[in-house]
């Protein structure tokens, strides 16, 4: 157990060593990793803050009840009594509107009044102007309310403005999925740019390389040194995009939340959680070593 601990303290301190040796080179890689990383991050943490708007931004104060046509005055009040009793928490006021003065208001538009002037019958149902209590209500719970209100008998069709909400909602989930393509696509230039800094590393180190198979050394011991070098490359370029990514976000979260309070939100651009972070960090590590892994095991082009 000693001598494996000893012969991976050794493999980290060469790694360490080559770091150092080659600063500028070592800077730059780690650089243009970071600011790869930090494209994504940012992303995520702007996703995640703003995630809860589909879900407790007001969705609508006002719905439009249609009811049948054959509806008659027994049924209105049956369906006004459920408005202050059963739905009382959600109906804080409604307004009775006739299909006679549906007709009427219509027909005071000149541009209505020609098309209605050639029918028989008045085709318009009688409605209820209903306005929603005005504190947040979930998108679920509101919509259940609509599916309650369209299973009364005497009630048509119920019309509520949620359109613009559906499509926030469906934008947010395209561009989760275009961060997905993202992050995917920096992990490949993480696995792109250890992979060439590994084997520019080797090429530098054959005659070290050579001398230490000479006197007996393994695969393993050969190699353990460049994959540590891809991992403390990858780890510094995580600690270093989420410097960015604190940075870029700060500057920005007191015009975001200023933005957000103009529309009575209350909204805080923050960084996701720590254990996503860690798993993150975690994740670039393990593939900037798979990476270093990857390109020290083709022998006939690095000649190792």
Known sequence: MSSWLR??????????????TRPFSSLANILVLAVALAVPFIGWALLLSTQPL??????????????????????????????????????????????????????????WDQALSVLDENPLPD?????????????????????????QPMVEQVLLDIDWLQ?????????????????????????????????????????????????GATESFVRRPFLYFGALTGFFASLLALAIGY????????????????YHINLQLSLPDTLSIVLALVLVVIIAALAARWSVGRRSAYQL
Not at 8 to 20: C, D, E
Not at 176 to 198: D, E, H, K, P
């Open 7 to 20: 012969q991976h303290r050794y493999a980290l301190r060469v790694a360490m060593i080559r770091l150092a």
């Open 54 to 111: 589909v879900q407790h931004i007001p969705v609508s104060t006002e719905l439009t009840v249609f009811l049948h046509t054959q509806s008659d005055a027994a049924q209105r009040a049956t369906l006004e009594q459920q408005f202050e009793e059963q739905f009382a928490p959600w109906v804080q006021a409604y307004d009775f509107i006739s299909r006679d003065d549906a007709l009427e208001r219509l027909k005071s538009n000149p541009s």
């Open 127 to 151: 409605a209820y102007i209903l306005q929603i209590t005005e504190q947040e209500q979930p998108q679920a719970a509101l919509l259940q309310f609509v599916e309650v209100l369209e299973r």
């Open 167 to 215: 499509k926030l909602d469906t934008l947010l989930g395209l561009t989760r999925q275009a961060l997905f393509l993202l992050s995917l696509g920096v992990l490949l230039i993480v696995v792109g740019t250890v992979f060439n800094t590994i084997r520019l590393q080797s090429l530098n180190h054959q005659e070290e390389i050579a001398v230490a198979r000479m006197v």
């Open 247 to 262: 940075l870029t976000l700060g500057s920005f979260s007191q015009t975001f939340a200023r933005i957000a309070a103009s």
